[in-house]
């Protein structure tokens, strides 16, 4: 059994910065755990990036990889965003001040209003779909504690002109609004909510915290059924074909491999886009800014983060180097 100074240490080293490190525990469903079920975390339970995070030392480890918090302030960035999108589409406001704050740049919101929903039963996906964005926020930053991330500024208004430009929804000039109706509702929720799910899916393999990639796992599980809910939301309504430029907007943007699907190929629905073994596919954190950034360039900002987003797992990946 590992002494309890090993503990205290995995525990000390599990966030950006060593303030309060109990809400970590509390919200992930540990509080008055034993030093002898604590014991059961991997001795390898928090890797870390090539150059420590700020507050962190590394105790002889030996992994590079990024340490779960830096993982879990990542996926709070994106939470953040989608967070934003869904409840200023279905109530016309944002998240409430006292869940915004934390380390890092804290930024305003641009752009965002109610959707004049004309069906009463996508009104409810809606409203579904922001209380468990919502309710993600909320365990992230308490899970997370002292070390949780700001939000970022969010850009919901040029951002979404810029990529529907990009993918030829519309030309240079004109403007897309994402409020405007629930047909360009959707296409805005169809940007976010696949990319969300292959976010989860690549992160995995990188949480060494059991505790923490079952958390990960249970919200990659939602993100999935809020994809498919969208995804067959388009294929009702027959917009194949501006999704499938958006498909291919993420494509051009996150790499060289073809990995992107749209809701139909070759004729059939493809409301789940899997590979041959019927797996969702995985994007790295670079990717996955690529694609917020709207960009194929290495950058640390800009589309839906103007400012670029918080914490230690911010820079998209140049596009022929991934």
């Not at 519309?170 to 696949?194: K, M, P, R, S, W």
């Not at 690529?290 to 987003?309: C, H, M, Q």
Request: zero cysteines; proline letters at 3%.
């Amino acid at each position: 059994m590992f002494e309890k100074s090993f503990i205290t240490n995995a525990i000390n080293r599990s966030a950006e910065n060593p303030l309060d490190r109990r809400r970590f525990l509390r919200a992930a469903g540990l509080t008055g755990v034993s030093v002898g079920a604590m014991a059961l975390l991997p001795q390898a339970a928090f890797a870390h990036e090539g150059d420590s995070v700020q507050g962190e030392d590394d105790h002889g480890s030996d992994n590079n990889g990024p340490s779960d918090a830096a993982i879990l302030n990542f996926a709070l960035n994106l939470e953040y965003l989608e967070a934003e999108f869904y409840l200023r589409a279905v109530t016309g406001m944002g998240l409430a001040d006292n869940m915004t704050g934390g380390q890092g740049h804290h930024g305003d919101v641009l752009g965002g209003r109610a959707v004049s929903f004309a069906t009463g039963k996508l009104r409810k996906i809606a409203e579904e779909i922001a209380a468990d964005e919502k309710a993600h926020v909320a365990f992230l930053r308490e899970a997370l504690g002292g070390a949780a991330v700001a939000r970022p500024s969010i850009d919901l208004r040029d951002s979404f002109t810029a990529a529907a430009v990009a993918a030829g929804l519309i030309t240079a000039g004109e403007t897309f609004d994402v409020y405007a109706n629930e047909t360009n509702f959707l296409l805005g929720a169809f940007i976010f909510e696949d990319v969300g799910v292959t976010a989860y899916k690549g992160a995995a393999p990188l949480i060494d915290s059991k505790v923490y990639l079952e958390a990960a796992a249970g919200i990659l599980a939602v993100e999935a059924y809020h994809a498919a809910t969208i995804r067959s939301s388009l294929y009702a309504l027959g917009l194949d074909a501006p999704t499938t430029n958006i498909s291919d907007l993420r494509d051009s943007v996150d790499g060289p491999t073809d990995l992107d699907q749209g809701i139909v190929v070759d004729g059939n629905a493809n409301i789940v886009p899997t590979d041959s073994n019927g797996i969702v596919f995985s994007r790295s954190a670079a990717q996955v800014l690529n694609i917020v950034y709207l960009t194929a360039e290495e950058t640390t900002s800009g589309g839906f983060f103007p400012d670029g987003v918080n914490g230690e797992i911010n820079t998209s990946g140049h596009n022929h180097e991934q």
